[in-house]
C-alpha cells in the first residue's frame, strides 16, 4: 500500500503559476503511476494528467495540454504538478493517485488517493 499527500494549493491570480507536490509512503514508490485529478464544485472530477513508473511519459487533458507538466522524482518519492498559465476554470480540488501498472486517464484504475488539496485561481 502506498500513502499520498497533496501540498501546494493555494489562491493565486489568473496567469500566474502554481506547483503542487504529491508526497507518497513506501519504498516502492517507482512501482506506481500516478495520476492527477481534480473536482470542482458542482462538478465530476476529471482527469488532469498521469505519469508512468519511471517517469519517462506523461498524458495530459486537453484542456491543460500546453499549461501543465508532471514529473517525479522518485528517490524523493513525489510527483509534482507544475501549473502554469492558470485560468479560473482550473479552480478545484486536486487530487493525486498512483496505481501499479500503466498510468490511466481513468479515475476507476486509480487504488490509491491522496485528500486533496485546493487550488483557487481569480480574476
Known amino acids: 500500500q502506498v500513502q499520498l499527500v497533496e501540498s501546494g494549493g493555494g489562491l493565486v491570480q489568473a496567469g500566474g503559476s502554481l ?4 508526497a507518497a509512503s513506501g519504498r516502492t514508490f517507482s512501482s506506481y503511476a ?4 481534480r ?13 508512468s513508473r519511471g517517469g519517462a511519459t506523461t498524458d495530459y487533458a486537453d484542456s491543460v495540454e500546453g499549461r501543465f507538466t508532471i514529473s517525479r ?23 493525486c493517485a498512483a496505481r501499479e ?4 486517464s481513468l479515475s476507476p ?7 486533496g488539496t485546493q487550488v483557487t485561481v481569480s480574476s
Open 19 to 22: 506547483k503542487l507536490s504529491c
Open 34 to 37: 500516478v495520476g492527477w485529478f
Open 39 to 51: 473536482q470542482a464544485p458542482g462538478k465530476e472530477r476529471k482527469f488532469v494528467g498521469s505519469i
Open 73 to 95: 522524482d522518485n528517490a524523493k518519492n513525489t510527483v509534482y504538478l507544475q501549473m502554469n498559465s492558470l485560468q479560473t476554470d482550473d479552480t478545484a480540488v486536486y487530487y
Open 101 to 104: 501498472g500503466l498510468k490511466s
Open 109 to 115: 484504475m486509480y487504488r490509491y488517493w491522496g485528500q
